[in-house]
């Protein structure tokens, strides 16, 4: 009996080992059957590009190592106990981006980061910060209680299944103001555009558009190739080929090139399925 | 490419299934497994490339612009000859040993005149070569000396060629050993047996030799040879055959006209008075064997009469010897050897078909030409010059043998063992061959000389019959009495040509080909009894279908009060009914039971084992059919009565309903214009096809807000339905945004627009998401998404610096064109062959349940598999395309094992779009780009260079691994299909 709890604690020292300078660890369980916990790292969030205004420094807990399993209700719950929690973000790469702003769509969101990821959790007071800090104390956290279970095996594909089906009404009236939005942003451009046309700007330069009496080509890749190609094409059929003597040896010349490039081609293939005993019949 | 390591790794597992034998061959030569090299671009300087030509250099380069299409075909036959014919070191070690053999035959010793029955002066160590049956024979055998030695056969033309390498010897028999009547009842080639015997008594002692073994020239029985190796490291060199033949002139040749009878019944029979007043039958086989003795030397004459000045000749014999090796035509009984190849040529030489300039590859083409358009079981030819009134006459030849090809004395027939079934295969592969070299898109020299064609890999069907004795009772029931006479009671032989003939007529407008392999009896060591009849072992039947054919399940008679009826009726005894047609006609009409495709597949089997059963007493259990063994791996289901074809079929059927809906759809803003389907199951390809399904509603809660059925936790887990996807494109209109996240708006928009009317015009129930709707309908789940065809363009968007718009490819841009671009084209493709070949569905379904039963199929890409398949039917060079899914997984597990991955790219032409010229570009440029592609490079008329879908998988060490266990599956299959004896376990899958 004495073995499997020195190996444990042989086990815990090696996580305690394996924390990077730092962080701290905060050991965490799914449930309380499980046995051995998992560890969250946890660092007060510090950037060097002056404060964000949605992850303030001092307030703000930066925990790497979340389990898939852990979303953010799950986490504010879990640091609840440290303070009162005022955000948390999860993400799958840390940085300020993403997550930034209200969310803007309840419908058009990129997929979701699966596996472990990483979370910013904004506490109200810088208390709390350290308070969480020092959890690293107590015994494994427990993230699935009877209080609040996280779903698991069938009930959360039924869970995930009914999640996935849309309010149609929502979605209309989403799409809808969209548009409108783009429609309005799309026509004041134009109306820009047409303010600006034909009017030289202070260096008397007039910009070409697609539009009005004279319009340009369109300044693509695709075009200028195919302005180019239509060049060639025309200075081909002005050259004779057949005038001059030396053409007429050039092409004999070519041909015999031809021929034997394609002869040693050939002969290369030849050494290399040799060399591979292609020539076996059986 | 590959790790080295892993290279000679996987070349020695490769190694592994080939004979022992040649692998230590091998194993010798090859010291190091160096890493193969990869072709590189042909970089040539300037200077060498235009320096003036010299004339010889000219001509060559002309030359084979000229008579071959590439220099590539010229450079591969001049490599593939060096690589068969025999070095001159070699030679002069046989040249050696035929001299010792030589000295040891003139100094054995004579014995004394004894009956032919008395056989004790043989030492017990030594057994008589021949079936002896009837034992009872008069004559008196004396042993003499030979009277004259001499090389004949291949050796001497310079036309035998590497892996066997047999010199004939003839031994010519002094005249005093016969008697008058040694022309009856098989007593000369008892004689022939006992002389062979002692000598290979004296022999057995010697020290010169590896082995002393008999074999039966060709597999024929009355025909046994001797066989010496040299000792030591050269015993697998070479085999000296004794051939012992009469002292010319003995016999006369009128005696043996293929109209006369040499063997009695009384003797054969054992009946000690004949019969009287019944005619003797004929013995023309017995009689073709006596002669053919005789003429041994003659025919040498003949042959190096021809191949004087005559280098092509050679070279063009042992191309075509090749080329009936990789068909297995040239070994057994009735085979169309290297002899009678030189035969053929020698004939096409005095016909001025062929001229004494002609390269090898000429010969060949010329001669397969010949074969293609010749039917020597219908017209026979002749070697003889001047017409002599008292030879028999070609028709004489037809009567007796099915193939007639006679030699220049007029007397022997070349093919007389070949049997018409062997000739009408002979003469489709070499037409078969004719299309192959004509076709410029495929490497003939790869199809035609280098790729083996074994029984079960060619033909759709293969059949074998497990005992050959049953064909005892065969030839009872045929009443072949006077054929086993003629054959010397060997009754596979007899009764073999009768079966064949049988069943040819049985499937006649089902099978292009009936084809039977060649019984073929092993080597025996002198101190063994000789191989019965039965020793052959299993005889192999193969059936090569035509596909339109093939399964119908009606054999249609001629009217009922025709006088052809009966016979209809008795040659298919009682499965033969009246029948009134829907045109009114009363017909004889046969109709065999099958509901399923599977079934019907099989419908070939009902009808070789109902023919065989009624006409040839052969019963079913001696009837080893392997055509349809893999496909109890793709059914699917609890009664397993089909293999989900017919599932498939429906589902297509309910989507092009769905899509006709779809393009009927009124009050959409923009119209639809294409509704294309991307689920395998829509291209007949998925390997257990969605079955329709019906909730039930007691497992489900209803959530009455939101119009959903929610599965309870308490009850069963409901059946899972697979959604089919089908992409559905919108017209393209100045209405469409051009910015990427309006349009996903835009989308989301037309999904529950769509949703709506179809809920509304066609009461489908439909669930609409942001991403794709799912409509309910007949059990099915469609998944439909909608597509706008600029949307690719406009996530490649890019603004330059300089303000220039530039495409380049994303991630995303990537996905949404293989999603909605390349799939749907793929699978109209696909869908389109499936229409041209019935079995690429199955086909395809058993590839890829072979992949996943590997374990491997997030590794590799399901079109990608798919396209495997699909270049099998598009491209059957040297087979036809399959008409069974057995053959067609066969030959998907060869070219995934065989195929140059590294050196070639697999061109799949589908709808035939690519152009020759294409092929070219698209070969070249892989070659020049070979370090930037896929390991695994496909490609098809719509992808030319990019290969999408093996872009990221499979990676080269998962190929490797893939390569490795399609050898391995494909050698285990084979060896389990080709066993009839075992108990067949297709555990490979």
Redo the contacts between chains.
Sequence with gaps: AASPRAKMAAAEQRAARAVPPGYTALEVKFGARQRSPHCLLVKEHRVREGPGDTHPPQRTLFVLNVPPYCGPDELSRLFSRCGAVQTVDVSDKPGPGGTAGPRSSKFFTGKAATGFRVAYVVFRKPAGVQAAKALSQEGPLLISTESHPVKTGVSKWIARYAESVVNQEELKAEVDAFMQDYDKKIAEEEAKAAKEEGVPDEEGWVKVTRKGRKPGLPRTEAANLRVLEREKRKRARKELLNFYAWQHRETKREHIAQLRKKFEEDKQRIALMRAQRKFRPY | FKEPAEAAEAEEVEEGPQTPQRGAA?GRKRKAPAP??A??P?K?SRAE??KP?TSEE?NQ?KE??DLFH???LR??IE??L???TLKETKKKKIDAFLHEINSLLSAIPEIPETDIIDQTWLSRGVKVPFLQVPFNVKGKFRFLPPAELSVVGSYLLGTCIK?EINVDVAVTMPREIFQDKDNLNQRYHRKRALYLAHIAQCFSKENLFGSVKFAYMNSNHLKPILLLRPRGKDEKLVAVRLHACPAPGFFKPSRFYPSKNNVRTAWFLEQSTPKEGAPEPPTPHYNNSVLCDTMLLSHLHFLSSVSTDFPGMKDGVALLK?WL??RQLSKGLGCFNGFLISMVVAYLLTKRKIVKMMSGYQVLRNVLQFLATTDLSVTGISLAKDTDASLPALADFHQAFEVVFVDPSGLVNLCADMTASKYHQVQFEAKRSMEILDDRMVDGFQAL??T?KPMLRTFDHVFHLKHVSKLQSACRKMQLLSELMDQGGNYVAAALPFIVSLLTRGLAGRALLVAHSLPQTPEWLIDAEPPKHKDIGSLTFGLLFVPEFAASALEKGPQADCPEATDFRTFWGEKSELRRFQDGTICEAVVWQASTVCQKRLIPEQIVRHLLKLHADIPESSICYTGALLESVIKSGKEALGTGEEDMVNVVCSYDDLSRKLWNLEGLPLTVTAVQGVHPALRYTDVFPPIPMKPIYSFHNQ?KN?Q?L??S?QKP?PAYIAPLKIICHMEGSGRW?Q?K??I???K??FH?QL?ELLQQQHQFIC????THIDVYKDGYVFRLQVAYHREPLILKEVVTPE?????QDTEESKQLELETLHRPNLNSSLHGLQQQHPVFGSTCRLAKRWVRAQLLSDNISEECVDLLVASLFLHPAPFMPPSSPQVGFLRFLNLLSTF?WK?SPLIVNLNADLTDAECTEIKNKFVAARSRLPVMFIATPKDKWNSVWTQERPSAQILQRLLVLASESVRTLEEQLMDPLSNQDVKVV
């Design positions: 091998r193969a090299p072709l590189q042909v040539l490339l235009y030509p000219l380069l084979t612009e590439s220099s590539l450079l591969q490599e593939l060096r690589e068969v892996p090749v090796n990789q000389l280098m083996s959530i939101k959903l929610l599965p936790e887990c945004p910015d996240e309006a996903k708006r835009i989301a928009a529950l949703a669930r609409p998401a942001v303000g220039m718009l530039k495409y140059d050196n």
